[in-house]
């Protein structure tokens, strides 16, 4: 019979959400209230961005981004720009497990909050709602990692 092992609870493996909120928001539109006479479908960009910040011995601070510009034309119907952070608890874990809890679990569990912001914004400003679509944060971290290792391979 294999002898099993225990780690002191000291040791044991810590990820706890200490707390999830918005951090940032706005909301612009520049060329109201002529614009929202346009007939024409709006273009939309949108763009994201995951960082991560150590606040203490084992506290992190994660922030997905996200911002949504329409235009018609080259005219600005609406921009919002959010940033959703959690505040999470790490501790105990290995080092190379660390970034992609960081940068693939933490973003996951942010990335609702700030797709209903986002959403939420849009509604009050009186447009359709944009939805934000799934995101595959393990994806978006990989392709990072690579651009950060070609640059520091140049």
Known sequence: MAEVQSI???QAPVFLIQ???LK??????????AILLEQ???SVDIQLAVESTPVAEGIYEVCVAATVLTKIADKTVFLVECKQGGIFEIRNMPEDQLGPI??????QIVYPYLRGNVADHITR???PPVHLAEINFQ???????AQQQGQVAQ
């Open 102 to 107: 960081l940068g693939i679990a933490c973003p």
């Open 139 to 145: 994806a978006m971290y990989e392709q990072q990692l």
């Open 24 to 33: 940032e928001a706005s909301l612009e539109q520049p060329n109201s209230p």
């Open 8 to 10: 002191p609870a000291d």
């Open 19 to 21: 707390r999830v909120y």
């Open 40 to 42: 024409q479908q709006p």
């Open 125 to 127: 400003a009186g447009f």
